[in-house]
C-alpha cells in the first residue's frame, strides 16, 4: 500500500466509524484490564456474558480476591482456559494492592509484570484507557497488517511495529480498533468479504472475492 493508498483507507475507516470504541463492556480502567485478560482465545460477547454477572459483585482488586478463587471461576468459567486465567486474576489483583494501591498503573513495563498481562493486554489498556497511541495486534490485525499489505510482517511485534510507522500520526490513537473491526466483519479469515469492503481499491490482496 503506498502512502496516498493509507491515507485513503484510514480517513474511509474513520468516516464510517468516527469514534471506534472496544466492544469489551465495562466501567473503569480495573474492569477494562480484566475483560482484556479474560478475552485471551476467547470472544468477546463470551466474556461480556461473564463479566456481566462478575464486575456487579467485583469490580476492584480487592473485591476479586475476596471472592476466592474458586469463588472467581464460578463467574468466568464459562470462558475458554477459565482455570489458569482465574489464577493470573487473583495475582494480578494482588501485585495491584501490594505495589500500586490497587490502581492500574500507566505503564508498560508495570503492566506487562503483571500476571497473565502480555504486551497485547498492556496495549489495549494504554489505549483505550489512557488514550495512548499503541497498537494491540491480536489475530484480526495480524490478519489485515499482512492481507492488505498495511503492514506486512512475520510476527506480531513485526506487524505492531510497522503499523506505527506507516499509520498517519491523525488516525493512530483509533486505528487499533478500526482495524480489529474491519478484521472482525469484513476482512475476514477464511474468506474476506471484498464485496461489501469500502477499501477494497486500496488493498493490495489480488484474488478479490464476490458473494457469489
Same mark, same amino acid.
Given at each position: 500500500m503506498t502512502k496516498d493508498q493509507i491515507e485513503h483507507f484510514f480517513a474511509t475507516l474513520k468516516a464510517a466509524n468516527p469514534m471506534p470504541v472496544t466492544e469489551l463492556e465495562y466501567s473503569s480502567v480495573f474492569e477494562l484490564l480484566v475483560a482484556v485478560l479474560l478475552s485471551a482465545q476467547a470472544t468477546?460477547?463470551?466474556?461480556? $456474558?461473564?463479566? +456481566?454477572?462478575? %464486575?456487579?459483585?467485583?469490580?476492584t482488586p480487592q473485591k476479586i480476591l475476596a471472592l476466592g478463587l474458586e469463588g472467581l471461576e464460578g463467574y468466568i468459567k464459562t470462558i475458554g482456559l477459565y482455570?489458569? $486465567?482465574?489464577r493470573h486474576l487473583m495475582q494480578t489483583c494482588q501485585m495491584l494492592v501490594e505495589r500500586h494501591g490497587g490502581q492500574v498503573p500507566r505503564d508498560r513495563?508495570?503492566?506487562?509484570?503483571?500476571?497473565g498481562v502480555g504486551r497485547k493486554t498492556a496495549n489495549v489498556v494504554l489505549n483505550s484507557a489512557f488514550g495512548e497511541a499503541t497498537m494491540a495486534?491480536?489475530?484480526?490485525? %495480524?490478519?489485515?497488517g499482512n492481507r492488505t499489505g498495511l503492514a506486512p510482517g512475520k510476527t506480531p511485534y513485526e506487524v505492531e511495529m510497522k503499523l506505527l510507522k506507516r499509520v498517519p500520526p491523525q488516525y493512530?490513537?483509533?486505528?487499533?480498533?478500526?482495524?480489529?473491526?474491519?478484521? +472482525?466483519?469484513? *476482512?475476514q479469515a477464511r474468506?474476506?468479504?471484498?464485496?461489501? *469492503?469500502?477499501v477494497s481499491q486500496d488493498c493490495d490482496f489480488k484474488p478479490k472475492t464476490t458473494a457469489i
Open positions: 468477546d460477547v463470551g466474556v461480556n $456474558k461473564a463479566t +456481566r454477572k462478575l %464486575f456487579p459483585v467485583a469490580n482455570h489458569s $486465567k482465574a513495563a508495570a503492566l506487562e509484570a503483571l500476571p495486534v491480536d489475530t484480526h490485525i %495480524f490478519r489485515v493512530l490513537v483509533d486505528a487499533h480498533h478500526w482495524l480489529i473491526l474491519h478484521g +472482525r466483519y469484513i *476482512c474468506k474476506p468479504l471484498c464485496w461489501q *469492503c469500502a
